[in-house]
T-cell receptor, first 113, second 113 residues
Framework: DQQVKQNSPSLSVQEGRISILNCDYTNSMFDYFLWYKKYPAEGPTFLIS?????DKNEDGRFTVFLNKSAKHLSLHIVPSQPGDSAVYFCAASLLSGNTPLVFGKGTRLSVIA | KAGVTQTPRYLIKTRGQQVTLSCSPISGHRSVSWYQQTPGQGLQFLFE???????NKGNFPGRFSGRQFSNSRSEMNVSTLELGDSALYLC????????????FGQGTRLTVV
């Protein structure tokens, strides 16, 4: 049973436009969410996170939105750049608990110049 | 500060053999987690160690095992290798069990032939 789901395996966006990556979770106990970016032959790198007490967190071109009632979060990248082309993983955890990060299967973003 | 170091980067083994992978976490980090990444399956959690004790375990067969040493370095072992064990094995370190941002190494690409 997948607790964190990224239903779009891939996404193509034109350079300069907005990229929106989506993630759904089933465990209502999760209270901390993260996005990681992964290039081929490298480990994932942390991008941005959000705790359940917020509904938005922004860092430069990256914004994460959390909708707790829908158990849904999204990552917005504006404007998208060719260097953003990578696989993006959504992850969830319990901030106060002894639990590992649970990852989705990832979405491959291609930004076309 | 040095990042997470995984050795070796690449490994080719034959079915039935065993393999040991190594991970050195970021200095000061006491938690080490292992993940398996295969195409289309995302990052699947194997196990997590903290202070030399296994704190969490994923849904993998007993052929997959691990340990952590007093200096926080960790090893994972896979015995009786199967073709399906071919994957990228990623190690991640965290400061503690409740600091949920994890930092990943570059991974070990294991190919079983």
């Amino acid at each position: 049973d997948q607790q964190v789901k990224q239903n779009s395996p891939s996404l193509s966006v034109q350079e300069g436009r907005i990229s929106i990556l989506n993630c759904d979770y089933t465990n209502s106990m999760f209270d901390y969410f993260l996005w990681y970016k992964k290039y081929p032959a490298e480990g994932p790198t942390f991008l941005i996170s959000i705790s359940s007490i917020k509904d938005k967190n922004e860092d430069g071109r990256f914004t994460v939105f959390l909708n707790k009632s829908a158990k849904h979060l999204s990552l917005h990248i504006v404007p998208s750049q060719p260097g953003d082309s990578a696989v993006y993983f959504c992850a969830a955890s319990l901030l106060s608990g002894n639990t590992p990060l649970v990852f989705g299967k990832g979405t491959r973003l291609s930004v076309i110049a | 500060k040095a990042g997470v170091t995984q050795t070796p980067r690449y490994l080719i083994k034959t079915r039935g053999q065993q393999v040991t992978l190594s991970c050195s976490p970021i200095s000061g980090h006491r938690s080490v987690s292992w993940y398996q990444q295969t195409p289309g399956q995302g990052l699947q959690f194997l196990f997590e160690y903290f202070s030399e004790t296994q704190r969490n375990k994923g849904n993998f067969p007993g052929r997959f095992s691990g340990r952590q040493f007093s200096n926080s370095r960790s090893e994972m072992n896979v015995s009786t290798l199967e073709l399906g064990d071919s994957a990228l094995y990623l190690c991640a370190s965290r400061q503690g069990l409740t600091n949920t941002e994890a930092f990943f190494g570059q991974g070990t690409r294991l190919t079983v032939v």
